[in-house]
């Protein structure tokens, strides 16, 4: 309820405030505003003063120039106003106001005596739990949304230490796969020196190397698949590492042929020796020509001695035992020295030498396919140089010892 002043009338009238209440009465927080008020500084009896009683309405105010005035009010002037009957400026009354008639100003609460009353402010909790409620919602989004954001600045220095770490690791790993890129590239070289050796023992000196099977049998290339298990391949070129897969396959072939090697050498050893214990150009007798009665219409028929008479005895015999070409065992002629064939028939000795540059002997071939097989290896060590002739053409292809030194020096730049 608030005073109001209503000119002309001269009497206040009220005008009610009215708050309609949203929630029951029992639930609505109550505000004191008095002890606001004394905590801002006002009067503890201002606001809790009823008003005094209203007296009769004071008579009109004089219009300018007609006698009359306006009874002081008891209560003082405010700090620094002019007090009545003091000496007061031109223009202005005696309570420090203009020159304004006093019938067009409205009357404060000190000169009417009305001092206004305390108000009760309605607050819906309703609303204060929505907003309560809403706040709490946007911490917490808040909240999420800095998680958020310290999780990822979290992951990814997490991530990049993890990354950091890894590399460093791949590193070491290049490095440690040099090292025995560099033993396998020694034992390759000692492979093809051995290698190059038994086949100029084989072919220039006649001599078969009997310590070659077993210095072979010894040497392996250590570097198979084994080497990169575990192992952090991110840093090393990607040329290198496919040049390291391509590397391990060819050592595991070249393993398997020096393996069959081995087993040749161990194989061949005895007819080897024997065929090179005879002087060279010298093969032993080992052939017939059987001559009979069907010679004329069949031909002659090829049989093998029995027993090979060799190169070194200096008669021959008058008799030669060999096998039935026809089949059915053994048979024995007797060596045709005239012009007629006997009736039984007879047999004819061949020359060794025709019969070896015709027909090459069997350990002939052996020793040829021994050392076929010791000069491949020795060209996938060493390598293959480019080659034109005839309708082919060859590229050259680097070898197996170049290609370890390629590696490790590859693998030691990795940083």
């Not at 300018?64 to 007061?88: D, H, L």
């Not at 020796?273 to 001559?291: D, H, I, W």
Request: aromatic content about 4%; charged content about 20%.
């Amino acid at each position: 309820m608030e005073g109001l002043f209503c000119p002309g009338h001269g009497i206040a009238r009220e005008r009610k405030v009215r708050i309609t209440p949203q929630m029951p009465e029992d639930r609505k927080p109550k505000i004191d505003l008095k002890s606001r008020l004394q905590k801002m500084g006002a009067p503890a009896g201002t606001a809790s003063a009823p008003p005094p009683p209203m007296s009769a309405p004071p008579p009109p105010f004089a219009a300018p120039g007609v006698s009359g005035s306006i009874p002081s009010p008891s209560v003082p002037p405010p700090v620094g106003m002019p007090r009545p009957g003091g000496p007061q400026m031109p223009g202005y009354s005696a309570d420090g106001r203009g020159s304004v008639p006093p019938q067009y100003r409205a009357p404060s609460s000190l000169s009417t005596g009305l001092l206004p009353q305390t108000q009760r402010i309605e607050v819906d909790e309703d609303a204060v739990r929505r907003a309560r409620g809403g706040a709490r919602k946007q911490g917490f989004i808040i909240g999420l949304v800095i998680a958020a954001f310290a999780g990822v600045v979290c992951w990814t220095g997490g991530k990049a230490a993890t990354l950091g770490e890894a590399r460093t690791r791949g590193v070491q790993d290049a490095h440690d796969i040099a090292v025995p890129l560099v033993k396998a590239k020694e034992s390759l070289e000692a492979m093809r020196v051995k290698l190059e050796e038994g086949a100029k023992s084989l072919i220039a000196d006649r001599k078969y190397p009997t310590t070659l099977s077993q210095e072979l049998a010894g040497m392996t290339v250590d570097f198979g698949g084994d080497v990169l298990f575990g192992r952090r391949l991110g840093p090393v070129p990607a040329e290198t590492t496919r040049q390291l897969f391509d590397f391990i396959t060819r050592v595991q072939a070249l393993n398997s042929k020096k393996d069959l090697v081995v087993s040749l050498l161990a194989k061949l050893q005895k007819p080897i020796s024997e065929e090179f214990s005879r002087p060279p150009g010298q093969f032993p007798l080992n052939y017939v020509v059987v001559v009979d009665k069907e010679t004329p219409s069949m031909g002659a028929m090829l049989a093998s001695l029995v027993t090979p008479i060799p190169p070194e005895s200096k008669t021959i015999p008058n008799d030669f035992k060999f096998l039935n070409p026809n089949g059915g065992g053994n048979v024995q002629l007797p060596r045709l020295t005239s012009e007629k064939v006997p009736k039984d028939g007879a047999a004819i000795p061949i020359v060794p030498r025709t019969f070896e540059a015709v027909c090459p002997s069997k350990t002939k071939g052996q020793v040829a396919q021994l050392v076929s097989s010791m000069s491949s290896i020795v060209d996938d060590i060493a390598g293959q140089k480019a080659a034109e002739g005839g309708d082919y053409v060859t590229e050259s292809k680097a070898g197996l010892a170049e290609l370890a030194g390629k590696l490790a020096e590859s693998l030691h730049k990795v940083n």
